[in-house]
């Protein structure tokens, strides 16, 4: 079974600080690897998506890959309390898309 | 106004009923996608579809069915043989399945079935 492994959390961060975000992947071929923001009662919402090793930055997100390592992770700088949410790991590979449960982000003003 | 939409936003079920759920885009994707997420848990795949007529299977089919009859539309029934549906129910669309920007998933709101 091809796993992908996130860190439940709770994680809390103060305003301003930076939230980082792991996630562990089984699945050694994999080819692509997304981050979803997932607010309460509402559906994911992609925010990034990496595909090759290294970092990967959009505003206020990075991505970081090592596939030799089989870990994906997201930093989030200057965390706002509007980032509190649950962030969805993703790992896709020839036609099957594996999510990991999530890790609950709480951003304190 | 590009998207997915699904309805209905709140649905109700009782015992032994079988109820569709729909799932409209108007992306122009090729693939799209029916999840299932419980609390606690990782979004499981319930069906997907590739292209016109054509859906496979996911890890969790049983007491699920699909069609595919219009590229814009895929819509979940969940039979009265699933035995736990209370549950969110995602559908996700994406360019198709070959190539990197293409498996990007993309979702509607959600449907929420309660079983009473």
């Known amino acids: 079974q091809k796993e992908v492994e996130q860190n439940s959390g709770p994680l809390s961060v103060p305003e301003g600080a930076i939230a980082s975000l792991n996630c562990t992947y089984s699945?050694?071929?994999?080819?692509?690897f997304f981050w979803y923001r997932q607010y309460s009662g509402k559906s994911p919402e992609l925010i990034m998506s990496?595909?090759?090793?290294g970092d990967k930055e959009d505003g206020r997100f990075t991505a970081q890959l090592n596939k030799a390592s089989q870990y994906v992770s997201l930093l989030i700088r200057d965390s706002q309390p509007s980032d509190s949410a649950t962030y969805l790991c993703?790992?896709?590979?020839?036609?099957?898309?594996?999510f990991g449960a999530g890790t609950r982000l709480t951003v304190k003003p | 106004d590009g998207g997915i939409t699904q309805s209905p936003k709140y649905l109700f079920r009782k015992e032994g009923q079988n109820v569709t759920l729909s799932c409209e885009q108007n992306?122009?994707?090729?693939?799209m996608y029916w999840y299932r997420q419980d609390p606690g848990q990782g979004l499981r795949l319930i069906y997907y579809?590739?292209?016109?007529?054509?859906?496979q299977k996911g890890d969790i089919a049983e007491g699920y069915s699909v069609s595919r009859e219009k590229k814009e539309s895929f819509p979940l029934t969940v039979t009265s043989a699933q035995k736990n549906p209370t549950a969110f129910y995602l559908c996700?669309?994406?360019?198709?399945?070959?190539?990197?920007?293409?498996?990007?998933?993309?979702f509607g709101p959600g449907t929420r079935l309660t079983v009473l």
């Open positions: 996700a669309s994406s360019l198709g399945t070959s190539g990197r920007a293409y498996n990007e998933q993309f």
């Open positions: 699945d050694r071929v994999s080819q692509s």
């Open positions: 990496i595909y090759s090793n």
């Open positions: 993703a790992v896709y590979n020839n036609n099957d898309m594996r």
């Open positions: 992306l122009n994707h090729d693939a």
């Open positions: 579809s590739q292209i016109v007529n054509d859906f």
